[in-house]
């Protein structure tokens, strides 16, 4: 059977920020040549007054009529700028008025109770999302385009219970995905999914995180075996560095999936951590563009390694990262004790972003906002075996990303020789573990010389 021509159009918040920008994404979306399947963030700043709002509703009324009138009037305003047909116009303004009359009275519930859980929180978020689909739907509409709401709760994309940072059981989202992406395809109607959530099996919403839309764009470009996802952004995509620390930085043309993947860990955090996985199987290659800019390439993410001969294709920061040293001279020596280590922090849903072990020492690279919790668990470890436990904090974690670096001899060396010029001290470095990247902890003080003097190495 000849494979349908879908490409996935992912636009942001950032691209959703008034009727110019609104404008301009209708337009790539109407010009485009194959089936385009849509998914949306919530318009710019709409995720963060949501959560503001649920933050300070406890108890006080004033506050949830202050959030309501700020989320109304935004979104009003928009609708207003960007639809002309008073019909279409009215229309959808009947639509955003239920939504966000939901949300006033899920508020006034936190403000009455003084009761917040996870998925009540996933659920208020959500409406962020369903808002702005509602909104670019009716856009389209009034540039003659039909287009329909798909609100992701709804169309079995089944998740974990993890509310507010879930994965997607793919499988399952397929299974029961499979006739109505049928159907849409048939029916020529560009369907606008909302971004950022699904719902566990009870049909309780969750969310995926900040920045969540960019993973569920992946999941529906999985769902509908797309042929290319597009993840639109105000800014270039991938850069050489973070251009808030260096100046001459490069967008970066082509990618391949585990430097897309190690990357979407550092820096500006371009896509969501997760984005390369539901489509990784598929081989379903995704493009990083610039609503302003809608004619430049952009990042090109494809499967397979691509070498390039510089090999180093960016310098990239976590700036959020604690450290923790697990001593004990037994350590090398003990079966299991990772394995334990592992099981007890994430039973408390910590994740352990990496770890470097030697004979008498265990290093646990986490959150920040993990860190203090992941101490207390490990201090109930201490004993025989564990002799000291110390906390790492004002670190900055590097990565020097690109195919190739293990196999071409020297770059490990470059990398130290360039930070030692600089006369810091590396806390700790790791290569090996990846094909395409390779770590390095330095003190937080020193990440932008540092950052430069590898970036001038290696890049230029
Ligand atoms: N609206 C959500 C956020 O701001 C999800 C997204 O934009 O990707 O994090
Ligand atoms: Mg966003």
Same mark, same amino acid.
């Given at each position: 059977?000849?494979?349908?021509?879908?490409?996935?159009?992912? &636009?942001?918040?950032?691209?959703?920020?008034?009727?110019?920008?609104?404008?301009? #994404?209708?337009?790539?979306?109407?010009?485009?040549?194959?089936?385009?399947?849509?998914?949306?963030?919530?318009?710019?700043?709409?995720?963060?007054?949501?959560? %503001?709002?649920?933050?300070? /509703?406890?108890?006080?009324?004033?506050?949830?009529?202050?959030?309501?009138?700020?989320?109304?009037?935004?979104?009003?305003?928009?609708?207003?700028?960007?639809?002309?047909?008073?019909?279409?116009?009215?229309?959808?303004?009947?639509?955003?008025?239920?939504?966000?009359?939901?949300?006033?009275?899920?508020?006034?519930? #936190?403000?009455?109770?003084?009761?917040?859980?996870?998925?009540?929180?996933?659920?208020? $978020?959500?409406?962020?999302?369903?808002?702005?689909?509602?909104?670019?739907?009716?856009?389209?509409?009034?540039?003659?385009?039909?287009?329909?709401?798909?609100?992701?709760?709804?169309?079995?994309?089944?998740?974990?219970?993890?509310?507010?940072? /879930?994965?997607?059981?793919?499988?399952?989202?397929?299974? %029961?995905?499979?006739?109505?992406?049928?159907?849409? &395809?048939?029916?020529?109607?560009?369907?606008?999914?909302?971004?950022?959530?699904?719902?566990?099996?009870?049909?309780?919403?969750?969310?995926?995180?900040?920045?969540?839309?960019?993973?569920?764009?992946?999941?529906?470009?999985?769902?509908?075996?797309?042929?290319?996802?597009?993840?639109?952004?105000?800014?270039?995509?991938?850069?050489?560095?973070?251009?808030?620390?260096?100046?001459?930085?490069?967008?970066?043309?082509?990618?391949?999936?585990?430097?897309?993947?190690?990357?979407?860990?550092?820096?500006?955090?371009?896509?969501?951590?997760?984005?390369?996985?539901?489509?990784?199987?598929?081989?379903?290659?995704?493009?990083?563009?610039?609503?302003?800019?809608?004619?430049?390439?952009?990042?090109?993410? $494809?499967?397979?390694?691509?070498?390039?001969?510089?090999? #180093?294709?960016?310098?990239?920061?976590?700036?959020?990262?604690?450290?923790?040293?697990?001593?004990?001279?037994?350590?090398?020596?003990?079966?299991? $004790?990772?394995?334990?280590? *592992?099981?007890?922090?994430?039973?408390?849903?910590?994740?352990?972003?990496?770890?470097?072990?030697?004979?008498?020492?265990?290093?646990?690279?986490?959150?920040?906002?993990?860190?203090?919790?992941?101490?207390?668990?490990?201090?109930?470890?201490?004993?025989?075996?564990?002799?000291?436990?110390? &906390?790492?904090?004002?670190?900055?974690?590097?990565?020097?990303? *690109?195919?190739?670096?293990?196999?071409?001899? *020297?770059?490990?060396?470059?990398?130290?020789?360039?930070?030692?010029?600089?006369?810091?001290? #590396?806390?700790?470095?790791?290569?090996?573990?990846?094909?395409?990247?390779?770590?390095?902890?330095?003190?937080?003080?020193?990440?932008?010389?540092?950052?430069? /003097?590898?970036?001038?190495?290696?890049?230029?």
């Amino acid at each position: 059977m000849e494979k349908n021509i879908i490409k996935v159009l992912k &636009f942001g918040g950032d691209c959703l920020n008034g009727s110019q920008n609104i404008l301009k #994404v209708v337009e790539i979306i109407i010009s485009e040549k194959s089936f385009p399947v849509v998914v949306v963030s919530a318009m710019e700043g709409m995720t963060d007054l949501l959560i %503001n709002g649920i933050n300070k /509703a406890k108890g006080k009324e004033t506050n949830v009529s202050d959030t309501i009138s700020v989320l109304t009037e935004y979104h009003y305003n928009v609708a207003q700028e960007s639809i002309k047909n008073d019909k279409v116009f009215n229309k959808t303004i009947q639509e955003i008025t239920v939504l966000i009359k939901k949300v006033e009275r899920l508020l006034y519930g #936190v403000c009455y109770t003084e009761e917040i859980t996870d998925a009540v929180r996933a659920y208020i $978020l959500s409406y962020g999302e369903r808002i702005s689909a509602s909104i670019i739907s009716g856009v389209l509409e009034d540039n003659g385009t039909q287009s329909n709401v798909v609100e992701t709760d709804k169309i079995g994309l089944i998740t974990d219970e993890n509310y507010e940072n /879930a994965t997607v059981d793919l499988e399952e989202f397929k299974r %029961n995905f499979n006739f109505l992406a049928h159907n849409i &395809f048939n029916s020529g109607v560009i369907p606008i999914f909302t971004g950022f959530f699904g719902s566990t099996p009870e049909g309780k919403v969750t969310t995926f995180g900040r920045g969540g839309a960019d993973y569920t764009a992946s999941v529906i470009a999985f769902g509908f075996d797309a042929t290319e996802l597009e993840i639109w952004k105000l800014d270039n995509g991938f850069t050489s560095a973070d251009p808030d620390f260096v100046n001459n930085t490069n967008v970066i043309e082509k990618l391949s999936y585990f430097e897309a993947a190690e990357l979407s860990y550092f820096g500006k955090k371009v896509l969501h951590p997760l984005t390369i996985e539901p489509i990784a199987p598929l081989e379903i290659p995704i493009s990083v563009k610039n609503l302003l800019d809608p004619k430049n390439k952009g990042t090109l993410i $494809l499967p397979d390694a691509y070498i390039e001969e510089n090999i #180093v294709k960016s310098i990239s920061q976590n700036e959020n990262i604690s450290m923790i040293r697990i001593h004990g001279t037994g350590i090398g020596y003990k079966p299991g $004790l990772i394995r334990n280590i *592992g099981d007890a922090l994430s039973a408390s849903n910590i994740n352990i972003f990496a770890t470097v072990s030697s004979q008498t020492t265990i290093n646990l690279l986490i959150e920040n906002k993990d860190a203090e919790d992941a101490v207390e668990i490990l201090n109930s470890f201490k004993g025989k075996i564990i002799e000291k436990i110390d &906390f790492v904090r004002n670190i900055a974690l590097i990565a020097v990303i *690109g195919e190739g670096l293990l196999k071409k001899r *020297g770059i490990f060396g470059r990398i130290l020789n360039s930070i030692s010029n600089e006369k810091v001290n #590396v806390e700790m470095a790791s290569a090996g573990a990846s094909e395409v990247a390779i770590y390095i902890i330095v003190p937080k003080d020193e990440l932008k010389e540092v950052i430069n /003097a590898l970036h001038k190495e290696f890049i230029g």
